[in-house]
RNA sequence: GACCCCAUCGUCUAGAGGCCUAGGACUCCAGGUUUUCAUCCUGGCAACACGGGUUCGAUUCCCGUUGGGGUCGCCA
């Protein structure tokens, strides 16, 4: 039999990462056994369900990459078969009307438990029995006609013959219900696999107030899909060798449910950024631009007239310096803007230090006369040429000059960053910090 | 409260009775490389919640305790 899972969220509003991870699991699951991965939106609650919640949910599956395999099937569409399959129980005998607590609100559909044991083998937890004793019947139709959350979701997971429903473990307490409804029905219930929570920072369940819980914050704050799919799908399930970054198809490749763990885990936002940094690397230098641009853009960084090839050459210099867009604007606004900071304990180190301005009022000399093109071999040459005829080394040569140009005591290698930043901005830099602190000795 | 689930370094995890003086990763610390930082290399700190069993032998199996979580709706 063809494999069937489904991911069936209620649109309301931001996707929270658990939710997401789910979905993972289910996408995983269905790519390894060659399988179909279908969507099907609960909307039932027609207040929260509203389209834009909807569209947020298809943008985090497509940012995710999580590529679905059916057009979204609308729970709301289905309420008349729900309501045939509620009739159908109803004459079964396996349901019953009542007008629950007697409030007057009318009758409801209220369907019976069978009255015995019920166990299910749950494919993480393994097998879990619920005594009949604690088992109650419960309402499937309420009095105003609506179908209520277990009919639906039994009946559409029928209709879209899903054979394997792996969802959070808040619903372990409902399989029992649903396991009974499907005996009832008469339809071959699908295997259940209830995945273990991802609590926050603090090890408890998230709450509105705890940041880092949606997917779109994520997305927000620049981190790569392939980043987030890998660290999430590490959360509560490993591939059995030392491996860490993955690519989807190796997670693909790897992906089995006896793999997962049953105890809940926290996403830490150390290792997540240590991922985004490892996947980052690995995009293609051309890939990586427009993620830069968009970050730089929102600092207030970014101007038209920047050419490409001079934020590829400052990507190329800043290496693996930078895990996250948003870092290299953090780090490095200087190879942006003439008005970078001077950061205080940088000046002091390196520019007040005695003898330092005098040392680079003499290397501006040298460095003016290093013509183009200004490579880093050319600069270097110039300046270990001034060392060599001063006796100096060659870190007093460096310091002043970096933190002049970049106002930080911390960088790429200076003669790349000099040959990144080209003459006139070299010159001008180290002319303008001359000025500015020789006034202030 | 009742029922159910969970329990290895700070965090993510490997471990399915002897391979474990418990392995890897992130973080942190030290050293090396480097003009600084980062990378990289080397080394280090750090865990089987507790108590009983079962067994020649338990991190691994069973029971209990403790702790954490989930569910007890005419919400989903």
Not at 10 to 38: K, Q
Not at 198 to 209: F, T
């Amino acid at each position: 039999m063809r494999i069937r899972t489904r991911f069936a969220p209620s649109p309301t509003g931001n996707v929270h990462i658990g939710n997401i991870r789910a979905a993972i699991y289910n996408w995983l699951f269905a790519r390894h056994e060659g399988g179909e991965f279908l969507l099907r939106i609960e909307d039932t609650d027609l207040a929260r369900s509203t389209p834009e919640a909807v569209r947020t949910v298809l943008d985090s599956l497509a940012w995710l990459g999580l590529t679905v395999d059916n057009e979204p099937l609308y729970q709301s569409t289905q309420r008349e078969r729900h309501l045939e399959v509620a009739e159908e129980l109803l004459s079964k005998g396996a349901a019953y009307r009542e007008d629950r607590g007697g409030t007057g609100r009318g009758e409801a559909v209220v369907f019976k438990m069978p009255g015995c044991d019920i166990t299910y083998d749950d494919l993480i937890k393994g097998p879990i029995t619920k005594k009949a004793a604690d088992l109650k019947d419960f309402v499937i139709v309420r009095s105003d006609g609506s179908p209520v959350f277990h009919l639906g979701n039994v009946v559409d997971d029928i209709t879209m013959g899903i054979t394997h429903v792996i969802r959070g473990d808040d619903h372990v307490e409902n399989t029992f219900k649903h396991a009974a409804m499907y005996a009832a029905i008469g339809a071959p219930p699908p295997r259940f696999a209830h995945l273990p929570m991802i609590v926050n920072a603090q090890g408890k369940p998230y709450s509105k107030r705890d940041g880092d819980a949606y997917v779109g914050e994520f997305q927000e704050k620049g981190f790569l899909p392939e980043a987030l799919f890998n660290a999430l799908a590490l959360l509560g399930w490993s591939p059995g060798d030392d491996r860490e970054i993955l690519t989807r198809e190796e997670m693909i490749e790897a992906f089995t449910l006896e793999r997962v763990r049953s105890s809940p885990s926290q996403l830490d936002m150390t290792k997540l950024l240590w991922f985004n940094g490892q996947h980052l690397k690995r995009r293609a230098p051309e890939e990586q631009v427009a993620g830069y641009v968009a970050a730089l853009r929102q600092q207030g960084l970014w101007r038209e007239d920047i050419s490409e090839d001079y934020l590829r050459a400052v990507i190329a210099c800043m290496g693996e310096r930078v895990r996250l867009y948003s870092e290299l604007g953090e780090q490095a606004a200087y190879f942006f803007t003439e008005d970078y900071v001077y950061d205080e304990k940088s000046v002091r180190k390196r520019l007040l230090k005695e003898g330092a301005l005098g040392i680079l009022r003499e290397e501006l000399s040298a460095l003016e006369a290093v013509g183009e093109p200004y490579t880093a071999a050319n600069t270097e040459e110039a300046l270990r040429a001034l060392a060599e005829q001063t006796g100096r080394t060659m870190g007093d040569m460096v310091h002043p000059v970096r933190v002049a140009v970049s106002g930080t005591a911390v960088g790429p290698g200076l003669f790349e960053l000099l040959a990144t930043l080209g003459r006139a901005r070299v010159l001008a830099r180290i002319r303008r910090t001359l000025e500015k602190f020789e006034t202030q000795e």
